[in-house]
């Protein structure tokens, strides 16, 4: 955030970071590319370098613990698909290695592992983009890239309305139980102590969106005059990441229509 | 009964109005702490479509969607990227309950199940490729893919492997959340499901 002082002297005093130039939405592209570029092809080098590209960008970012999370769960679906394609995939005819007594098959191995380079490139470059922009940020460049402010507050309202709505069930959830619900052991319980926590926060959500929506209507938000707001931010080379990473998107998706028709 | 269908020529009709544009985040809000009750419980489903479907009954199928559809943008953009993909599902999911909903397949229990099913394979048929694309045809659900194990052991093809694979998993989502959102909806008060409705 800029200070009073930089923004008399319209000058930012705080150097920004090489990722904080960069615009959200030269962001996406790149993810957009890496996934097609991912795509192309099968080569598992080409796999590992896209990787590597995608954790450099990270690690000279930031690192979070969404990222981690994220990752958490791929890798824990990936050791699965190992395993199932290893073992049944329907192309398998090398045997690589033997664990008691079970065969592991190369071609089903490299299938999986491809799938799963894949997914890794996905979420390691979707992290990039999700630690290096706020909410504010993108609402802000959105606006500013012509998409209509209603679409933009539909968007990121939901950003605010989650840990509202985490709160309230809760609160429901420490009522339904002082008041004596369930104990939520077996499985019949559970789904029946869902109903009285559903309830009351559906209608609680859906009965503040009515005064939200009241609100927007009394403050003229549907006024024609509004006034856009202003970025602060400073982005660098934009037009020419989006002409170029938009060309390599089209190239890339070109390139596999092509092979695909000479293939057939 | 609270649940008269809506009259048809309306169905389609949208406009992103003050109601609309706080109902869709609402719904988006619902899919995800439903999602949190659901993982919180340890409960064999995902619930994570209840505000998709609530959105669809409330003010339609475009509603319903395009709430079906940020709920997967801002989850994948914030947890799970992956998960954006499967937006399509999601909007699949969001016209179907509006469409069902507006022919009033959402009026009677026994109507409510048939509705459920449809929604399954909606769900299913759009989600089995995107499993296939990027899962090899898993959908990351144990039993659910232990299931697909044993067909592709079987020499079953992966296609029809990996939808048996969703669908059973689909099915008794759909059901649990049909339901769910049926009762809820029932349980609305008359000024809410107008100010929603009305307001288009």
């Known amino acids: 955030m800029m200070t009073d002082q930089t923004l008399i002297s319209g000058a930012p005093r705080v150097k920004l970071k090489w990722y904080q130039v960069i615009d959200p939405i030269t962001k996406l592209l790149l993810i957009l590319d890496m996934t097609l570029l991912s795509f192309a092809s099968t080569n598992l080098l080409l796999q590992a370098g896209l990787i590597l590209v995608a954790t450099l960008l990270l690690l000279f970012s930031k690192l979070s613990s969404t990222t981690f999370k994220a990752l958490g769960f791929s890798l824990f679906l990936i050791g699965t698909m190992l395993i199932i394609q290893g073992l049944f995939y329907s192309r398998n005819q090398t045997v690589l290695f033997s664990v008691l007594g079970v065969s592991f098959y190369k071609e089903g191995l490299i299938y999986a592992t491809t799938l799963?380079?894949?997914?890794?490139?996905?979420?390691l470059t979707s992290g990039f983009f999700m630690v290096t922009t706020s909410i504010s940020e993108n609402a802000a460049y959105l606006e500013?890239?012509?998409?209509?402010?209603?679409?933009?507050?539909?968007?990121?309202?939901?950003?605010?309305?989650?840990?509202?709505?985490?709160?309230?069930?809760?609160?429901?959830?420490?009522?339904?139980?002082?008041?004596?619900?369930?104990?939520?052991?077996?499985?019949?319980?559970?789904?029946?102590?869902?109903?009285?926590?559903?309830?009351?926060?559906?209608?609680?959500?859906?009965?503040?969106?009515?005064?939200?929506?009241?609100s927007l209507q009394l403050r003229g938000f549907d006024n024609p005059n509004r006034t856009v707001r202003t970025s602060q931010r400073v982005y660098r080379l934009s037009r020419t990441l989006h002409i170029g990473l938009t060309g390599l998107a089209i190239l890339l998706i070109g390139w596999k229509i092509w092979s695909k028709i000479n293939g057939l | 009964?609270?649940?008269?269908?809506?009259?048809?020529?309306?169905?389609?009709?949208?406009?992103?109005?003050?109601?609309?544009?706080?109902l869709i985040p609402a719904a988006v809000g619902i899919n995800y702490v439903a999602k949190a009750l659901a993982e919180g419980l340890k409960l064999p489903v995902w619930l994570g479509s209840l505000g998709t479907f609530l959105a669809s009954m409330l003010a339609g199928p475009v509603a319903g969607a395009i709430s079906g559809f940020i709920n997967n943008v801002i989850y994948g953009l914030t947890l799970s990227p992956i998960s954006t993909v499967y937006a399509i599902t999601s909007i699949g999911i969001g016209i179907a309950v509006g469409i069902l909903h507006a022919n009033g397949w959402f009026s009677s229990a026994r109507r409510v199940f048939i509705s459920a099913i449809i929604i399954a394979i909606v769900s299913a048929?759009?989600?089995?490729?995107?499993?296939?694309?990027?899962?090899?045809?898993?959908?990351?659900?144990?039993?659910?893919?232990?299931?697909?194990?044993?067909?592709?052991?079987?020499?079953?093809?992966?296609?029809?492997?990996?939808?048996?694979?969703e669908f059973v998993l689909d099915i008794l989502d759909k059901v649990c959340v049909a339901y769910l959102a049926f009762f809820i909806y029932r349980q609305l008060p008359q000024r809410m499901v107008h100010f929603f409705r009305d307001d288009k």
């Open chain 1, 116 to 123: 799963g380079c894949r997914v890794l490139v996905i979420i």
């Open chain 2, 125 to 165: 048929v759009i989600s089995t490729p995107l499993n296939v694309i990027f899962w090899g045809g898993q959908t990351g659900i144990a039993w659910g893919d232990s299931l697909f194990a044993v067909m592709v052991a079987n020499h079953a093809p992966v296609w029809l492997a990996s939808f048996t694979d």
């Open chain 1, 144 to 214: 500013l890239s012509g998409l209509s402010y209603k679409t933009v507050y539909v968007l990121m309202s939901v950003c605010y309305i989650l840990p509202e709505m985490m709160r309230n069930m809760r609160k429901i959830q420490q009522a339904q139980k002082v008041r004596g619900t369930n104990p939520q052991k077996t499985l019949i319980q559970k789904l029946k102590s869902v109903l009285p926590v559903l309830i009351p926060l559906v209608i609680k959500t859906l009965d503040q969106s009515m005064a939200r929506s009241i």
């Open chain 2, 1 to 22: 009964m609270k649940t008269e269908p809506i009259h048809r020529t309306s169905m389609w009709k949208f406009k992103l109005s003050a109601a609309t544009m706080t």
